[in-house]
Nanobody, 121 residues
């Protein structure tokens, strides 16, 4: 059973960098053909895809967030990390990490429970 767990600060000040880590257990983040994604849901809005780091280490970001986003990984810890720079209150959201299965129509098959991040001074 694969499990994902988000961790990081729940409060970030405007203009700072938001940093969240997703720790994966029950499966390796380097296994073909999985894509390890970050997704968020602002209050009262729908889900917004942020980006992913693939099993190969290749990254891809949402065009609307690309200039502020970086996703990296630590394979020794089986973790991947989101960094979102220059945050504003509009970045307040519940942030999720999730696995996307590239061999099964790119469906999301495992999700973390989500972590609330509030951007406020």
């Amino acid at each position: 059973q694969v499990q994902l767990q988000e961790s990081g600060p729940g409060l970030v000040k405007p203009s700072q960098t938001l940093s969240l880590t997703c720790t994966v257990s029950g499966g390796s983040i380097t296994t073909n053909y999985y894509y390890w994604s970050w997704i968020r849901q602002p209050p009262g809005k729908g889900l917004e895809w942020i980006g992913y780091i693939a099993y190969s280490g290749i990254t891809y970001y949402s065009p609307s967030l690309k200039s502020r986003t970086s996703i990296s990984r630590d394979t020794s810890k089986n973790q991947f990390t989101l960094q979102l720079s220059s945050v504003t209150p509009e970045d307040t959201a519940v942030y999720y990490c999730a696995r996307r299965d590239g061999s099964s129509g790119l469906r999301y098959d495992y999700w973390g429970q989500g972590t609330q991040v509030t951007v406020s001074s």
